[in-house]
């Protein structure tokens, strides 16, 4: 398999994401906790939830890896994705899970995800409850769109996926599949 689609999703966002470009582009989707033999493998295009800046499954998947494979990563967060600082903050953050071979040969997007707190597990509750107590208490100037998109969808569901932001990303891999 030359080109692979992969996910790492907690709650389906992510999921969602994956599956679709597969459907659009007819590369095969797969969970990245299922995925381990990349042989022959040249492009992966890979589609993570936003866990505290840290993109699921990113890790365990780079440890797989070839060196010479190019990467399509589209990041899945609750932040606005049209905010210039929180796009930097993101990148900033992949930048560091990313070893440098990598990091130059991937191609970064990010898209918007969802959240239903009635569904979170209890550690993850418990994490977004810690967080917003703290981001409620700081000044107007200090909160970042992270930070705001955390307080406006505190204990709701909102969902916020957009398949028509597939759009350069399917581009891309096909672009990728050319060169
Ligand atoms: C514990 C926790 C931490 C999160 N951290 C971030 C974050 O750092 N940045 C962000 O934009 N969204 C964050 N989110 C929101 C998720 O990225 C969002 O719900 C995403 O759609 C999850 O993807 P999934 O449904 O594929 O698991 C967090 C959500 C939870 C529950």
């Known amino acids: 398999m030359n080109r692979m689609i992969l996910y790492g999703s907690e709650y389906g966002t992510a999921q969602r994401y994956a599956e679709k470009m597969s459907q659009l582009t007819g590369i095969p989707v797969f969970s990245y906790s299922t995925a381990q033999d990349f042989a022959g493998c040249k ?17 365990q998947t780079i440890k797989h890896l070839p060196t010479d494979i190019k990467l399509i990563l589209a990041t899945v967060g609750l932040a606005d994705v049209t905010d210039e600082e929180n796009l930097c903050n993101i990148r900033r953050s992949v930048r560091k899970q990313l070893p440098e071979h990598l990091w130059e040969n991937t191609t970064l997007f990010h898209l918007r995800g969802g959240i239903d707190y009635s569904r979170l597990s209890f550690t993850h509750k418990t994490m977004m409850t810690l967080l917003y107590n703290k981001a409620k208490r700081l000044p107007e100037e200090k909160k970042t769109a992270e930070v705001r998109a955390m307080i406006e969808t505190f204990n709701t569901k909102v969902d916020f996926v957009d398949l028509d932001a597939l759009s350069p990303i399917v581009a891309a891999a096909q672009h990728a599949q050319q060169i």
């Not at 492009?43 to 890790?59: I, Q």
Request: charged share 10%; proline share 0%; net charge positive.
């Open 43 to 59: 492009l992966v295009v890979y589609f993570g939830g936003l866990y505290a800046g840290g993109v699921k499954g990113l890790k």
